[in-house]
T-cell receptor, first 114, second 112 residues
């Protein structure tokens, strides 16, 4: 079964700690994305990557970092510089064959910083 | 700067009636539009899309209408069913542009 997996489903961290959220896809998609969802704010783009070893900042990249060492994997690190990290994080991927296609989303990770 | 706007945070509709969800956009470069459905604590799932060369696209109970001159699109669900209760996100993108911009969502409640 092809799809996107995110782990863990729930994550708790102490304030000041960095934390890495996992995202893996076996859809052979080139493009991958990280979004953050807060109540009433929709999905806001953190980072995206069109190809291995390359990524671009989205609209709210401050306090986050990513890597894209493999096509299948796009982990997101929430650093201690992120002022308000508690949120629902969503990873997505999309084929690069053309631009008229949809993104596929993972099930999300709920991060709570105590 | 909210380039994709869903001005109604919530909508309640009786089962069997039509649900109409609206979306406005400001960026005239957008030429591809999508609707996603999202249940709580889950990732969004793709519902239907439309490119700017069309003004209507239908898929079963779901129809999306695009009015390019007004920069407005709408999603019609007929007939509405209780299982349609979810948050619906409108999204927009442009050819050659990997970013996808989402609206803030409309929470639909279908009352049995």
């Amino acid at each position: 079964d092809g799809g996107i997996t995110q782990s863990p489903k729930y994550l708790f961290r102490k304030e000041g700690q960095n934390v890495t959220l996992s995202c893996e896809q076996n859809l052979n998609h080139d493009a991958m994305y990280w979004y953050r969802q807060d109540p009433g704010q929709g999905l806001r783009l953190i980072y995206y990557s069109q190809i291995v070893n390359d990524f671009q900042k989205g609209d709210i990249a401050e306090g986050y970092s990513v890597s894209r060492e493999k096509k299948e994997s796009f982990p997101l690190t929430v650093t201690s510089a992120q002022k308000n990290p508690t949120a629902f994080y969503l990873c997505a991927s999309r084929t690069d064959r053309d631009f008229y296609n949809e993104q596929f989303f993972g099930p999300g990770t709920r991060l709570t910083v105590l | 700067d909210q380039q994709v706007k869903q001005n109604s945070p919530s909508l309640s509709v009786q089962e069997g009636r039509i649900s109409i969800l609206n979306c406005d956009y400001t960026n005239s470069m957008f030429d591809y539009f999508l609707w996603y459905k999202k249940y709580p604590a889950e990732g969004p799932t793709f519902l239907i899309s439309i490119s700017s060369i069309k003004d209507k696209n239908e898929d079963g109970r779901f129809t999306v209408f695009l009015n390019k001159s007004a920069k407005h699109l709408s999603l019609h669900i007929v007939p509405s069913q209780p299982g349609d209760s979810a948050v619906y996100f409108c999204a927009a993108s442009a050819w050659g542009y990997q970013k996808v911009t989402f609206g803030t969502g409309t929470k639909l409640q279908v009352i049995p």
